[in-house]
């Protein structure tokens, strides 16, 4: 990339952008700043273009949402996503409003064969909805969730986060499988599959999917449902954002009471054998309405804790017995649970300053703790010399496994547990002693584990990315070959076309 036409093409956009206060107010609401000269960008494959100034002027004037460039004062906000140490900066970003701004940025996209990132809620470790020198097409601009009650059905559009679903469909007494932070995308987190505190009961987000709309690589709007290109509605549960851009979900939801039972056990960490040995028994046994997550977590000896978090959706008076069964794992120090709203129990994992701290991230899929596991873990945790670290295992199981292999693209139904291993720092410091230390960690993990979850990816290689299909990899190439021959969406756990 010329580094010098890059700065002159900020300085100019900047100036556009810094136009008295009606002109900026306009930017920020449509329409998009001036383009003031020719753009340098790159193509998926990696060659530099230059992006022609009237070429970029037209798509910004088509569009509802605003085309941002670097030095538009809301380009900063909009390249970054959660992981802080991920520092990208778009050629630019498409905000898009609705389904004819997708359509208009994927022409754009496939025209003139830019990279292409696609955001929604901007969660993926390894920062693949964003990109240099590419295109982001930004979804966030794009957040809407209608509940049709009667119908137990929810139509969520494709920018639109955990949190929005979970608090309308709640509003209705009706719910259905999220992730554990309300602020995720419900587009990539749906896409690669859905683990959350009701998957074992509802199984995972993909399972209660009951049709796409999507705008595919040719820029046309498609729906994927049981009877309408079936092929794109296997692919999508569970093949990520190879195949299109998802501008609407429709989700089967599920009637709940939205009171549960949650919070979390704590004992200390110095207890953590003997509690991980009993989080390997009970887990498994745990009826479909229980969640456990466990957590190992801290800086030093003494603020490190080893938890369990509970959330239970079955009938209250059948708890008892339960919570007494979780706090008989130890010497219980901390014990927050009890009767609590569902909606607020989503919210509390989340993060206020996303901003400030980077972080890395190793995840796999265990369909057992076994003692050799737990050794593993317990010695790699006392030997994390200090730093802010988190072993965590979310809960799968239950409604996950009753699903065939083959039946959705999403290939690993035998999980019971996604271990994680999380590292964080202020980002203002060397991150990589500390992404040193967990890769070397989970060197030591890595053996136990059965293929990973392709929402979690970090810097897996393409083979291990293509094994990690299992059976469904030749189904997915074939659909890949169809919709997406020349890859134009690769930011993601990319199935390669073989045209
Ligand atoms: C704090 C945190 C908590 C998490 N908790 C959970 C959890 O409880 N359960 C769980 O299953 N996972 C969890 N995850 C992992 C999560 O599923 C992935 O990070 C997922 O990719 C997040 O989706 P997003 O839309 O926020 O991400 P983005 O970074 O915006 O996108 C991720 C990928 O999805 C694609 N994509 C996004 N939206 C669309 C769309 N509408 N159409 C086509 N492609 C699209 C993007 O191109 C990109 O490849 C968590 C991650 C974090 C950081």
């Not at 137990?152 to 554990?180: N, P, Q």
């Not at 995308?185 to 509802?202: E, I, K, M, N, S």
């Not at 978090?309 to 079955?314: E, K």
């Amino acid at each position: 990339m010329n580094r010098r036409r890059f700065l002159r093409n900020s300085l100019a956009t900047a100036v556009a952008a810094s136009l008295p206060a009606r002109d900026g107010l306009a930017a920020l609401l449509g329409p998009s700043a001036k383009v003031a000269a020719d753009i340098d960008a790159i193509t998926g494959d990696g060659a530099e273009i230059t992006l022609g100034r009237a070429a970029v002027q037209e798509l910004a004037d088509s569009l509802r949402g605003n085309l941002l460039l670097p030095g538009h004062e809301a380009y900063e906000s909009a390249r970054h996503v959660i992981n802080a140490s991920i520092d990208k900066h778009p050629a630019l970003i498409a905000q898009c409003r609705g389904v004819a701004d997708v359509q208009k940025a994927v022409d754009f996209a496939r025209e003139s064969s830019l990279l292409t990132a696609v955001k929604c809620g901007g969660h993926s470790h390894s920062g693949k909805s964003t990109c240099n020198g590419g295109l982001m097409i930004d979804l966030s601009t794009h957040r809407h969730v209608h509940v049709d009650p009667k119908a137990k059905i929810a139509r969520v559009s494709g920018g639109s986060l955990l949190g929005d679903m979970d608090h309308e469909s709640m509003s209705f007494g009706l719910v259905t499988t999220a992730g554990t932070v309300s602020h995720t995308g419900v587009g990539g987190l749906t896409l690669g599959g859905g683990f959350g505190r009701l998957a074992r009961r509802y199984g995972l987000t993909i399972d209660n999917v009951r049709g796409f709309e999507l705008v595919t690589p040719d820029g046309q709007f498609r729906r994927a449902n049981a009877s309408e290109n079936p092929d794109l509605y296997w692919a999508l549960r569970g093949g990520g954002g190879n195949f299109g851009i998802v501008t609407s979900f429709e989700f089967q939801l599920h009637e709940m009471d939205r009171t549960v039972i949650g919070g979390i056990v704590g004992f200390p960490i110095n207890e953590a054998r003997q509690v991980l040995e009993f989080y390997a028994d009970y887990s498994l046994e745990a009826p479909d309405e229980l969640g456990l997550e466990m957590l190992m977590v801290g800086s030093s000896p003494a603020n490190s804790l080893i938890t369990l978090a509970v959330c239970y959706c079955g009938p209250h008076r059948d708890m008892d017995p339960i919570l007494t069964k979780i706090r008989s794992a130890g010497t219980v120090v901390v014990d927050t649970v009890g009767a609590m709203d569902y909606v607020a129990l989503q919210k509390s994992g989340d993060v206020n300053d996303v901003r400030a701290i980077g972080s890395y991230t190793k995840s796999g899929f265990l369909s057992e703790l076994s003692p050799d596991f737990i050794d593993t873990i317990v010695r790699s945790f006392e030997a994390r010399e200090g730093r802010t670290t988190v072993f965590a295992t979310q809960h799968a199981g239950g409604a996950i496994n009753r699903v065939a292999p083959n039946a959705t693209a999403f290939p690993h139904r035998n999980v019971n547990y996604i271990p994680l291993l999380i590292i964080d720092w202020p980002i203002d410091s060397d991150p990589q002693e500390h992404i040193a230390w967990l890769k070397q960690t989970w060197k030591a993990i890595e053996p136990h584990i059965q293929g990973f979850y392709t929402n979690d990816l970090i810097d897996e290689t393409q083979k291990q990315v293509d094994e990690n299909y299992l059976g469904n990899y030749d189904r997915l190439v074939e659909i890949k070959n169809r919709w997406d021959p020349t890859n134009l969406f690769r930011l993601n756990a990319n199935v390669r076309p073989t045209v």
